[in-house]
């Protein structure tokens, strides 16, 4: 059993930003690939971005492409998502996920394990 937590959501302004991070319980976090999801309300949870569990390939929706980044370092179980030139459309409830296998998805039903999310909220 793995455990993921959030940290990091918050308030920002338009233009901001702000760091994420998806800290993972276990000892084998590396053999996971790591998704980042976003939800906002009434809304479908969507793909935001993606890392190969050797941080070898990162892949990020179309909307987010040049503005977030995600990254990972393995020795501390952790991820991260360096989210800059914050826009309104942004604003969501933010999830980190992994998946027993080299390859990240866009598809949620793709991960075995899931946080419990982080507020992020982005005023104009």
């Known amino acids: 059993q793995v455990q993921l937590v959030e940290s990091g959501g918050g308030l920002a302004l338009a233009g901001g930003s702000l760091r994420l991070s998806c800290a993972a319980s276990g000892r084998t976090f590396s053999s996971y690939s790591v998704g980042w999801f976003r939800q906002a309300p009434g809304k479908d949870r969507d793909f935001v971005a993606g890392i190969r569990r050797n941080g070898g390939a990162t892949y990020y929706a179309d909307s987010v492409k040049g503005r977030f980044t995600i990254s990972r370092d393995n020795d501390k179980n952790t991820v991260y998502l360096q989210m800059n030139s914050l826009k309104p459309e942004d604003t969501a409830v933010y999830f980190c996920?992994?998946?027993?296998?080299?390859?990240?998805?866009?598809?949620?039903?793709?991960?075995?394990?899931w946080g419990q999310g982080t507020q992020v909220t982005v005023n104009s």
């Open positions: 996920a992994i998946r027993a296998n080299l390859f990240t998805s866009s598809r949620s039903d793709d991960y075995n394990y």
